[in-house]
Structures are given as structure tokens and as C-alpha cells.
């Protein structure tokens, strides 16, 4: 027999937790803010002198500049992260395929990286001038996705098209392994700044939240969420195989295609604006697959949402756990989801090979 | 005229003969056809380029329309899975679904109400007699009851093709991993649906299971067919011998023929 949680239990916990979590995550940080505090500052922000407020101005601004967009893109940056991890998982019919492990990120990395080196240092950046920070924050991503796509493709055909989980593991231990090879040359050709920023970027954080950022990557995750949704029955029979699937009416290829460009997509907005964030989408379909099941229509939603929660949470520690200086969360979720992905390798040790 | 095949040929890059030549066959409707053969003799191979996944020359014909020709739309797509289910050999699943709503993914092609998609899971949940499994997780399944549950999900799937429409059946040696009474009972589901305006093609092993079941059986050996007919005309040992090489001992009991 199975243990499931119903829909009608799960998303209100969900969410209940959500708001708990980002009322905390707005309060604490260098300057601790109340939580009442917190929401008349908001709306302070928001709108200036619609209220008689007692919020010191500059916790307003800490709030609405800060902290708000910062938590913002804990949420959409995580929730990119759960939902690629599970179509991933999808993808490659296995539960341990994760956007990180399987060298996705880091793919996605050396496309980000090489744009930050090659195109923000260059003559030929400078000669573009004004046309070159006109399409920087574009140009970004998009290198990001380019490298996120190829790696997908590869590790794919790798893997013998996902038959073979031992093949789609080795595949990402050497792309992982020439990825940081390849950023490992490129720390020696960048500048100060651009050397800084890639560093930040492997280690991963949110400290470079802005409002662009945030609208960028809530665009993006917009874009790829609701097609992939919508094919969550085509998702679901995916599982079965690619021949059952086809026989079920699926047109396979144009499904995986759209599967492999969108998480690279949505993977490369998440690295650009927040850099290697590893073991969201490991932990949170995995979690979520036990709490409500494997099916695709509730698997993709719930993982936006907790994959959220669980960024922002680790985030909140982040930046709290050792006060004043700031952790990368990065290094936060691999403590956390590396001993998980281990614990996955114990369970699943006989079925490997 | 269910399925048309016609000069059908498969052959292997690098091998220097081919694995199936001069395949002229048609499957029709109310028929259960068995095809048998020694290990290697392509029935496999047959029957996944009959449901389009194996490479081959020569021409197969679908409900009257040549095969490539469904997959070029998407609703045309799913318009044949209501008619055309394959059951796989093996098939794995490493997550979590219940047999439920494993069952369920056999109705994704049609657009049935959720209580109407609840009535079909049982009714072929209890014809492939799984029920008793329906909340029980599919991966903790053994073989046998995994292809049993695959097995309702396929029929599922072909319940939803339009009343008095023909259906075709494949079935890759469905019996390999069952028990005595599961063997006979797959069968006799197969003979059913036969009854019920569809083609039934399976690869089997079992030559006195084809023999009991099956209207017709075609015998394939060194890429040829080599024989083609109702079972009393092919269970001949001379025949069985050609085919595979072993030469049984044909015993009337009662009137049932089986081959020892």
C-alpha cells in the first residue's frame, strides 16, 4: 500500500510554508526587521505615503531594494531548479539525472563564463560600446542556454538516450570535469571583475539580486513552465519508454526536443543570474514524488513551488548562519543534497549495473 | 486488412545476411496470428517494424494507410493509438505509479471524464486480473504481474477506439514471464479480443500454447517464412523439425494435438 498525500493537504502546507518562509527571509539579515515591521515597510516601499509609517526609511529601502528581489529570485531561481530536475528525471526515465550532476550547470556555466570573459573585457565590447550593454543582460543567458542545450544533447546521446543510467552519471562526471577545466583557463584570461564574478558564480548565490534579474528569470520560467505542464500526460507516458509512448500518441522527438531546449533555457536564465546552484532538482521531485506521487500534473507544480521554498530557506541560512559575512548557498545546498544524492546511490546500488 | 506487409526485408548494417527477406504478410481482423521461430529468427525484429520501430525496406500498410503516413500529424498520431497497442516484452518503470494509474497512461490518447477513465481501469483491471494489485506500487512488482498490469493498460488504450472500429493487437511474448494459469488466461483474453473486431499478433514460444490459441501461426527460420496456416496443418514434426531443428513426437489426446 501506498502512503500519498492528497492536493488538498499538500499545496496548503505548501504555500502556508511559503509565506512563513518569506516573511523570515525578509526579517532577518544584517538588520533584523520585525515581521510587522517588515509588511509596513513593503508597502511603504511600494507606495510612499499611503500609510502614516513609523519604518525607519532606511529599512523600507533595505526591504524593497534588497531583500524583496533578492527573495524573489530565491523563489523563481528554485523553482527553475525543481522543475528542471524533474523533467530531467523525466527525460532520462531516472531519478538521479539533476541538472548539476549530469553537468547541465556546468555546461551552462562555461557558456556564462566565456560571455563575462570574452565579451565584457574585449576591444570589441568596448567598440560596441552602448550597443554592447544593451544586449549584455541577453547575451548572458543566452550563452548560458547555448551551453546548457549542448551539454543535454551529449549526455543524452551518452547515455544511450537515457537506457543507461551508469553511461548518463561517467557523462557527467567528465563534462563536469572539462567544464571546470575550461572555467579553470578562463579564470587565467579574465580580469578582476569578470574573475570575481565567475568565482561567485560556481559557488552560486542570490547577493546579485536585482529587479531585472528577477523579471528576466520569472519571464523565462513563465515560458517554459506552461508548455511543459501542459504535456504532463505526454510527460507521464514518456515514463513507460519511448516506443510505449509513441504507441500512446506521443510524438516522441518533438516532445524530448522541446524537453532538452526548455530546461536548457530555464537552466541557463537560472545560471546567469544566480550561478551552479546544485541538488534542488535532485532533493525536490525526489521528495515530492514520494509525498504526492509521480504523475507529472502534480509533480511539475508542487517542484516549482518547493524547490522555491527550499532555495529561500537555504538562502535565509546563507546569509544568516554566519552573520555578518554571507555563505554562498551553493555551498549550503551540496551539504544538504550531496549526502542525499548518496543516499539515492545506497538505495538504488543493486540496480545500477 | 488490418496489416499489409509486403516485401518486407530487415537487414543489419555489417551482417552479411539479412535478417528477414521476402516477408509477404497480412494480419486481419478477428484473427489471432502466433509468430513462432527458433531464437534469432527475426519475430521480434517482425513485429517492432510492424509497430514502426525497426528499420526496414519493402512496405507496411496500417489500416489501409501506409505506416509513416500516421505519424506525420499529431492527431492522426493519436488517432491510431486508439486502435493500435503494443504490448512490450519489458518494460521498465523506476517510478513510483501505482498499477492504477499505470493503467491510467493506457487512456491518455482518448479524453474520457474521470469517472468514465475510473470504469475502464477496472473493468480491464479485473479482465487482466490485476485488481487486487491496483494500489500497490508498479516498481515492487514481480515480472509476471508487471506484464499483467501492462497488459490492462494496453487494453485500456484500445477500449478507446470508436464502437465497431478494427483494432490491432501486438503482443511481444506475452506469456514469457507468467505462470501456468496466467499463460491461458492472457491467451484466452487474446482470443476474446480477437471476438471483438481486432487483429491479435503474438510473438510466442510456446508451440503448444500457439497451437491451443491461435487461428493461424506463421513460422519464420533463416529470414524466410516457412510456413504459414491454421495450427493442425503446421504442427507436423517434419515442419517443427525444418523450423527448429528439433524433431518432437506429435500426441492425439482426446482430440487436442500437442508436441512433445
Known sequence: MEFRLSDKSLLPALIALLLVGSCVSLGVGAIAIGW?????????????????????????????EIRLPRLLLGLIVGGTLGLCGAVMQGLFRNPLADPGIIGVSAGAGVGAAFVLVFASGTAAATLAGGLFQQVHWLLLPAAASLGGAFTTWLVYRLGDRGKSVVMMLLAGVAINALAGAA?????????????????????GSLGGATWSAVAMAAAVLLVVAIPLWRRAAALNALLLGESEARHLGVDVVRLKRLMILFTALAMGAAVSVAGMIGFIGLVVPHTIRLLRGPDHRFLLPYSVLAGGLLLVVADTAARTLVSPAEMPVGILTALMGAPFFIYLLWQQRRQIF | MLIQIADLAIHYPRAAEPLLADINLVFHSGEVTALLGPNGSGKTSLLRAVSGEQPHSGQITLFGRAQADWYRSQ??????????????????????????????????????????????????????????????????????????????????????????????????????????KHQHHVLALAREMA??????????????????????????????????????????????????????????????????
Open chain 1, 36 to 64: 510587522r515591521e517588515v509588511l509596513v515597510g513593503l508597502m511603504d516601499w511600494s507606495w510612499p505615503g499611503l500609510l502614516d509609517s513609523d519604518v525607519p526609511q532606511q529599512h523600507a529601502l533595505v526591504l524593497g
Open chain 2, 75 to 180: 492527431s492522426d498520431q493519436r488517432q491510431l493509438a486508439r486502435r493500435y497497442g503494443l504490448l512490450p516484452q519489458h518494460s521498465n518503470l523506476s517510478f513510483a505509479f501505482t498499477c492504477r494509474e499505470v493503467v491510467q497512461l493506457g487512456l491518455a490518447p482518448g479524453s474520457l471524464s474521470r469517472l468514465e477513465q475510473g470504469e475502464r481501469i477496472e473493468q480491464f483491471m479485473q479482465r487482466a486480473d490485476v485488481w487486487h494489485l491496483r494500489d500497490r506500487l508498479f516498481p515492487s512488482l514481480s515480472g509476471g504481474e508487471k506484464q499483467r498490469v501492462h497488459l490492462a493498460r494496453v487494453l485500456a488504450q484500445l477500449s478507446l477506439a470508436n464502437p465497431g472500429e478494427e483494432r490491432v493487437l501486438l503482443l511481444d511474448e506475452p506469456t514469457s514471464a507468467l505462470d501456468l
Open chain 1, 183 to 203: 572555467i579553470g583557463l578562463l579564470n587565467y584570461v579574465a580580469d578582476d571583475r569578470a574573475l570575481r564574478d565567475i568565482t561567485l558564480w560556481q559557488m
Open chain 2, 195 to 260: 471476438g471483438e473486431n481486432t487483429a491479435v499478433v503474438a510473438v510466442l514460444h510456446d508451440l503448444n500454447l500457439a497451437a491451443r490459441y491461435a487461428d493461424r501461426m506463421v513460422m519464420l527460420a533463416r529470414g524466410r517464412v516457412q510456413a504459414d496456416g491454421h495450427p493442425t496443418e503446421l504442427l507436423q514434426p517434419e515442419l517443427v523439425e525444418r523450423v527448429y531443428g528439433y524433431r518432437g513426437q506429435l500426441v492425439d489426446m482426446e482430440g487436442y494435438r500437442a508436441l512433445l
